[in-house]
């Protein structure tokens, strides 16, 4: 497609569930990146995917976030064990280098609602 | 760390009018990009603006312009003749040099337009 897309777009589950988010990043594109938007704030960094090595992975929450990237093209972000605290939309974004000259593409983003 | 902070959460203008968001920043890096991104009802994170720190000429886009103010950390965004698909949430961020990749966000401010 043309740009990144995610999958779902609106996951419900119940606390203590396994969840796993989708995000297939524009075709060409190298760099990947996760992040989360909890309600009434910005957007928070949770890793950066360079081709399927993940240089940064500074900004995962807990061990219970983990993510991977096969193909150097779609990703998927897991969290295990989902408490509340992680209800929020979930964003990918993807440029087709990474660095400072390549602006990040987002995706409409994953809205996670824990129960 | 960097921080980057929007202290006004919400603004209104009129439409045709012209309105300027607030965006300051803290860093001791020399080198960076700062963006200003918008984030409609859709939830995807759109592109507006860029402007590379080296760069003294403030960036342009059409109806937008950034006053980016180097020594006072400062980067506001005018949005000249607003019109009602200008109604969003803006988010400034901020790209550091040196090998991380994740772009700081503030925690965004709210605009409506009226009729």
């Known amino acids: 497609g043309a740009g990144v897309s995610q999958s779902p777009s609106n996951k419900v589950t119940e606390k203590g569930k396994d969840v796993e988010l989708r995000c297939d990043p524009i075709?060409?594109?190298?760099?990947l990146y996760w992040y989360r938007q909890s309600l009434g704030q910005g957007l928070e960094f949770l890793i950066y995917?360079?081709?399927?090595?993940?240089?940064?992975k500074s900004g995962l929450p807990s061990d219970r976030f983990s993510a991977e990237r096969t193909g150097g093209s779609v990703s998927t972000l897991t969290i295990q064990r989902t408490q509340q605290e992680d209800s929020a939309v979930y964003l990918c974004?993807?440029?087709?280098?990474?660095?400072?000259?390549?602006?990040?593409?987002f995706g409409d983003g994953t809205r996670l609602s824990i129960l | 760390a960097q921080t980057v902070t929007q202290s006004q959460p919400e603004m209104s203008v009129q439409e045709a009018e012209t309105v300027t968001l607030s965006c300051t920043y803290d860093?001791?890096?020399?080198?960076?990009?700062l963006f200003w991104y918008k984030q409609p009802p859709s939830r995807q994170m759109i592109l507006v603006i860029r402007?590379?720190?080296?760069?003294?000429q403030n960036a342009t886009e059409n109806r937008f312009s950034v006053n980016f103010q180097k020594a006072a950390k400062s980067f506001s965004l005018k949005i000249s003749d607003s019109q009602l698909g200008d109604a969003a949430m803006y988010f400034c961020?901020?790209?550091?040099?040196?090998?991380?990749?994740?772009?700081?966000f503030g925690k965004g401010m709210k605009l409506t337009v009226n009729p």
């Open positions: 974004a993807s440029s087709s280098q990474g660095g400072l000259n390549q602006p990040q593409h």
């Open positions: 075709s060409g594109h190298t760099a």
């Open positions: 995917f360079q081709g399927n090595s993940a240089p940064d």
């Open positions: 860093t001791s890096e020399s080198d960076y990009y």
């Open positions: 402007q590379e720190a080296y760069k003294q």
């Open positions: 961020a901020y790209l550091p040099q040196g090998g991380s990749e994740k772009l700081v």
